[in-house]
């Protein structure tokens, strides 16, 4: 493969793509886009391809965010991470810099083609990628809740799809959730990060919690929730614990790894609540797509 090619594949980070797409599915479902049911006409109607509209803004605004973090981090991958596409002279700064901004420009333009509000939220989450990209994630504690806040409002550009927000609340859920991955990273350079580990296992143990909570409330198929629930926890506590129990640069990773990858089964989790669990399989359909792409690509 060309080496320009790929070092500019790189940089969209191809593994985690398809964790955003997950949030809109997940977004799109507490939205109420299954409340009446599926027609047997869904796959033709407007609001399937609304769907995928949202979903490939989510995957372009998550592309020309971590483009662009790269673009931000250049001098600090220098001396941390020289192998990366623009210290390494593969994909020039400038152009880097272009390739982002474009990228975040589609994305935003995708959303509002499926109506304002959906096109506000996409310039929303594009404010704040670029507040974390540019200053937030100097900070120890603004930075993972900048993060946070990033894939709360992707959450939100799902539910945007009807214009229904009543339950925005969901979105406190990956805004924890993202804040507990993005306190493991900090560690993942130089290891000796295990208080931060801890904390990362106790807001896990908050999104378990709340997830559970939300089956019990919303859904009649409880066991089907909580199955994805399981499967979930086991996933993202497993390399947590070993990282904790060996704070290696090499161990962190693979939980950090873990923790976004696995966005796509908190998504089913959230998702079988408030649709049905074949819905949650389309959903859970994704995980085996960023796995394979994690063997070619960096996740962080």
Known sequence: MNSTFLGYARLARPANLPTAA????????????????????FLGSVLFTHILCLMFSSVFL?????????????????VERPERPIPSGVV?????????SITLVIGILLAFLVSSISGGVA???????????????????FGPLSMGL???????????????????????????YIFAITLISRGEVHGENKNHIVLAGVLYGMVILAVASI????????IFSLLFLVVFAFTVLRPLVKAHSVNSPENIKKAVMAGVISLILLDA?????FSDWW??????????????????????
């Open 22 to 41: 997950a949030d809109i599915l997940a977004g799109v479902a507490i939205g109420g886009i299954f409340a009446s049911g599926v027609t047997s006409d």
């Open 62 to 78: 998550y592309a020309g965010g971590v483009i662009l973090n790269d673009v931000f981090d250049f001098k600090i991958d220098q």
């Open 215 to 222: 089956a019990f409330l919303y859904t009649d198929d409880l």
């Open 123 to 141: 310039v929303a989450l594009a404010m704040a990628i670029l507040l974390y990209d540019g200053i937030a994630k100097k900070y120890d504690f």
């Open 279 to 300: 819905y949650g399989l389309i959903i859970l359909a994704l995980l085996p797509i960023s796995k394979g792409l994690s063997k070619l690509f960096a996740v962080t």
């Open 150 to 176: 990033c894939r709360g409002i992707n959450l939100l550009l799902g539910m945007s799809i009807l214009g229904d927000f009543n339950y925005w609340f969901m979105a406190i859920i990956p805004i924890v």
């Open 269 to 273: 989790s959230v998702a079988v609540a």
């Open 92 to 100: 020039p700064i400038a152009a880097a810099t272009l390739y982002g």
